[in-house]
C-alpha cells in the first residue's frame, strides 16, 4: 500500500502534470479492501485525504467527480449507493430507473446496509422517503415491499385498493394498484417475485409516459 501510494502522489500531486494513465491503472486494477488501505496511506503520508489530492489536481469536472465517486464507493459502498438512492429522488421528476436498479439490484446483496446508512445521513428511513416523494402508488407500494420484506401499503388503509390516475384512467393502466397475489411459500421466492413485479412496472410506466 506504502508503494501504490507513492505511485499515486507521484501521478499527481508530486509532479507538475497529472498522470491519468496509473491513476486508472491504481484504481481499476487493486481491490477494494487494497485501495482503501492505499488511500489510508496516501492520508497517513501526504497529510490530506486522496479525495482532496483529486479534486485539486485534476483539471476536468467529469474526471474529479468520477474519482471521488470511486474512492467515495470504495470507502463505504453502502453509503454512496444511499447517496445514489437520495439523488434519483431529488430530481424533477424522479429518477425512477436509477431508484429502482438501485433497490433491485441490491435486494439480495446489501440493501438492508444501504437503509441503514441512508437513515444515518438523511435522518429518516429509506422508505418514510419513497413514501412520501413517489407518487406513482404502485411502484411505491412494490418499492416499499422489498425495502421493508413485506410491509404493504395497502393494508395501512384497510386493504383497499388504490388508484393513481396520472397516468391514464383506465384501472388496468400503468398507474393503477391492484390487490397482491397470495406471497410465496418462501422468503426468496417472495423477494424474486416483487422484483420482477417492480421491474415490469417501471417499464410499464415509462411505455404509458411515451405515449402521452
Known sequence: AKVIAKKLYEAGEGSPGIDYETFIKIFTHDAFSQLSAIFDMYEDKYGRPIQVA???EFQGKIEIECFQDMVEYVRLPSGYLAKVIRQ????TPIDYVTLSRTIIGHEEKDLREIGLEYSKIYDETLDQTINSR???LEIKRLLILIITHGHDITDDNNGQVHFDHSYGNNSTSAGSITQAAQPPTTTNGM???LSHE????V???F???RTH
Do not use: P, Q, Y
Open 54 to 56: 483529486i479534486e485539486h
Open 134 to 136: 413517489v407518487d406513482i
Open 203 to 205: 417499464v410499464s410506466v
Open 198 to 201: 417492480a421491474f415490469d412496472k
Open 88 to 91: 434519483a429522488l431529488d430530481k
Open 207 to 209: 411505455k404509458t409516459m
Open 191 to 193: 423477494r424474486r417475485n
